[in-house]
C-alpha cells in the first residue's frame, strides 16, 4: 500500500473517529449499524443501484490495502456474498483499530452505515430502511432491470419436453395472461399491464427515449403502451415469433432497462397509490388504527413484510375494519403484548395466499426468525431454508426501529387513457393460431 493512501486513509478516519467522540454515543453506535451482511446466503441487490458503486470502491481499496489485484474479488455486480465480505477483512490492516470498531467492520464482514460513509461520496446516503426493504424483495425475485422473458409456448409439452420454439406443435403456458415479464418486480405487458405503465411513464418524463432505444421496434412499442389486452398479445406476439426480431428486440430492452430514468419509471408505477404503494399503505393504515393498543408504529421488518406481501402474497383488503378487530382482540387477549414477529405471524395467517402457497410460507418465515419469541416450525423453517435461508436482518432490518410511513406515489395518469386494440394486419397474421390456442400446463 502507498504511502500517499495510507496518509490519506488516516487523514480520513482521524476525521471519523474525532466526529464520532463530539457526539452523543447513540451516534456512533449509529456507525457501526449493519446495513448488509452476508452469512448463508448471499445477497442479489442489483447491478445498478449504489451498493454495486460501493462494491466498486471497496474492491479498488481492498485490493490496494492488501496487494492484489481488484478483479480478485470479481466484478461490482450488486451480489453481496463471500468475495465482498472478504474484501471487508483485507481492508481491516489499513484501519486502526479505533475506527474499525466505530464502522463496525469487524461485524461478520458486513456493510455498515460507517463504512459506507468512508468509502462513499458523501452524496450517496447509506441506504435507509425503505430502500433496503425493497432490496430484500428484489433479492427474492432476482431478477434485475435489463431481464425480459417471453411467456408465450415457454412451458414444455409434458410428452415431448420441447417447447413450441424448439419444434414441438403444441403451445404449453403456465402463465398464459402475462405475455411478457420484467424486471424485479414482475412486471407484466398481460392483465396488470405494469410494463405498459411504465413505458407510459418514462416516455412522458424523457419524450423520445423509446425511439432512441428501440429504433424500429419505435411504433411497436408505442402501439404496445397504447392498446388494450388484445393488442400487446398480438404485437408481442408477432415479434417474439421471429428468432431475429426477437433478439434484437431482447437486446434493446435491456438497453432500456438499464437506464436510470427507466429505472426510476418503474418505481415511480410500483410506489403509486393504485398498485403496490397502496397496497402497501393499507397496512399502515392497519397498524396505524392498532397502535393504541401496540404503543407503536411500523417496525422496519414489518415493512419489508408489508412490500414483499403487496409483491408476492395477499394484502389487507379496502375494509380494514374486520381485521382491525381482530388485531384488536389478539393483541389485549392477555397483559403481554405480543412480540412484532408474532404479530405478523398472526397477520399472515389471516392473509392467506392462493398463489403458490409454500413459496409464501418460506418468504413469510424470512420475517419471523429474527424474532426470538416466535416460534417457527421445523417444516416450515426446512421449507424457508430450502428456498432462501435470508432474514431480514441481513439487510440490516430489526423491530427495535421503527417506520411512520411509506411514500405512496400519484397514479402515472395511465389509468384515465382509453385503451383500444392497436394492432396492424400483418402482425395479426403472424402470431401463429397454435399460440392462440395455448394449452395452460
Given amino acids: 500500500m502507498s504511502g500517499f493512501w495510507r496518509q490519506t486513509v488516516a487523514m480520513v478516519l482521524a476525521v471519523a473517529v474525532m466526529s464520532a467522540c463530539l457526539v452523543i454515543s447513540a451516534q456512533a453506535q449509529d456507525l457501526a449499524q ?35 489485484p481488484a478483479s480478485s474479488y470479481g466484478t461490482a455486480d450488486g451480489i453481496v456474498g463471500a468475495k465482498t465480505r472478504q474484501a471487508i477483512i483485507d481492508l481491516q490492516p489499513c484501519l486502526n483499530s479505533a475506527v474499525r470498531a466505530a464502522v463496525g467492520v469487524e461485524s461478520y464482514g458486513a456493510i455498515t452505515t460507517g463504512l459506507w460513509r468512508l468509502l462513499m461520496p458523501s452524496q450517496i446516503a447509506p441506504p435507509d430502511a425503505i430502500e433496503r426493504a425493497n432490496h430484500l424483495t428484489f433479492a427474492l425475485e432476482g431478477t434485475d432491470y435489463d431481464v425480459i422473458q417471453f411467456n408465450f409456448c415457454q412451458s414444455p409439452n409434458p410428452r415431448s419436453g420441447k417447447r413450441f420454439l424448439e419444434g414441438d406443435p403444441y403451445c404449453f403456458t403456465n402463465d398464459p395472461r402475462a405475455y411478457l415479464t420484467w424486471g424485479p418486480r414482475g412486471a407484466t405487458a398481460g392483465a396488470g399491464a405494469e410494463i405498459q405503465q411504465i413505458l407510459f411513464a418514462a416516455e412522458r418524463a424523457n419524450p423520445g427515449l423509446l425511439r432512441n432505444v428501440f429504433g424500429p ?118 397483559r403481554n403484548l405480543p412480540s412484532p414477529g408474532n ?99
Fill in 343 to 441: 404479530l405478523r405471524k398472526q397477520l399472515a395467517a389471516w392473509l392467506p395466499s392462493h398463489h403458490k402457497y409454500n413459496d409464501r410460507l418460506a418468504r413469510d418465515a424470512i420475517f419471523l426468525v429474527d424474532d426470538p419469541e416466535v416460534v417457527v416450525s421445523d417444516a416450515h423453517r426446512r421449507m424457508w431454508l430450502q428456498r432462501s435461508g435470508l432474514k431480514a436482518s441481513d439487510f440490516g432490518l430489526s423491530d427495535q426501529r421503527f417506520v411512520t410511513d411509506y411514500p405512496v406515489a400519484a397514479p402515472t395518469g395511465y389509468e384515465k387513457i382509453e385503451k383500444f386494440y392497436t394492432v396492424l394486419p400483418q402482425d395479426k397474421r403472424a402470431c401463429p393460431s397454435t399460440v392462440r390456442r395455448a394449452r395452460k400446463k
Fill in 217 to 334: 421496434f419505435t411504433e411497436d412499442m408505442h402501439r404496445l403502451a397504447l392498446g388494450n389486452n388484445d393488442a400487446a398479445f398480438d404485437v408481442l406476439c408477432a415479434i417474439w415469433v421471429n428468432d431475429r426480431e426477437r433478439a434484437d428486440f431482447t437486446r434493446r430492452f435491456a438497453a432500456y432497462g438499464a437506464r436510470p430514468e427507466v429505472q426510476a419509471a418503474y418505481h415511480r408505477v410500483y410506489d403509486a397509490a393504485n398498485a403496490d404503494g397502496g397496497k402497501i399503505a393499507r397496512f399502515f393504515k392497519l397498524y396505524k388504527s392498532i397502535k393504541p393498543v401496540i404503543k407503536r408504529d411500523p417496525t422496519e421488518i414489518d415493512l419489508a413484510f408489508f412490500i414483499d406481501r403487496a409483491t408476492h402474497g395477499s394484502v389487507p383488503p379496502g375494509d380494514i375494519s374486520k381485521l382491525v378487530d381482530q388485531m384488536t382482540r389478539f393483541v389485549t387477549r392477555t
Fill in 34 to 68: 449493519v446495513l448488509y451482511r452476508f452469512e448463508n446466503r448471499a445477497l442479489t441487490l442489483g447491478r445498478y443501484g449504489s451498493v454495486a458503486t460501493f462494491q466498486q470502491r471497496l474492491f479498488a481499496q481492498a485490493a490496494n490495502c492488501a496487494g492484489k
